[in-house]
């Protein structure tokens, strides 16, 4: 399975592709910025998108909907990630199309447990 990772803050983005190693047979990609994930997936086809809610050029709900007309993929599926109150984005990134939402701090278990499960459902991340 291939998971981009967007997210402005490094150290998030080691420990993701760290978790992701735990994970399994998982091969990651990261970017910092809205434009440097739209200019990635023009070479690399992701299967999964894991992406922040705070970009410094864009916000999560504006870039999943570029990224997946770009991919030209209106279902990939998608997880936003982010430091805001659970509560007070669920509803918002459902509505942008975000099939899951992970509050940060995230708990490693269970993203090791949502990927290895999306890595071995035959089209759950396609």
Known sequence: MRVLYVDDDRVNSLLFT???R??????VETAVTG???????QTWRP???VIDLHL?????????AALRKTLAQPKLP?????ADE????????????FDSCWTKPVELQSV??????????PGAAS
């Open 18 to 20: 760290e978790t992701c």
């Open 22 to 27: 735990l994970a399994g047979d998982i091969e």
């Open 35 to 41: 434009a440097e994930a739209l200019e990635l997936v």
């Open 47 to 49: 299967d999964l998108m």
């Open 56 to 64: 410094p050029d864009t916000d999560g709900y504006q870039l999943l």
């Open 78 to 82: 998608a997880i936003l990630c982010t």
């Open 86 to 97: 659970a509560a007070l984005v669920q509803e918002p990134a459902r509505a942008a199309g």
């Open 112 to 121: 090791i447990d949502e990927l290895t499960r999306r890595n071995a459902s």
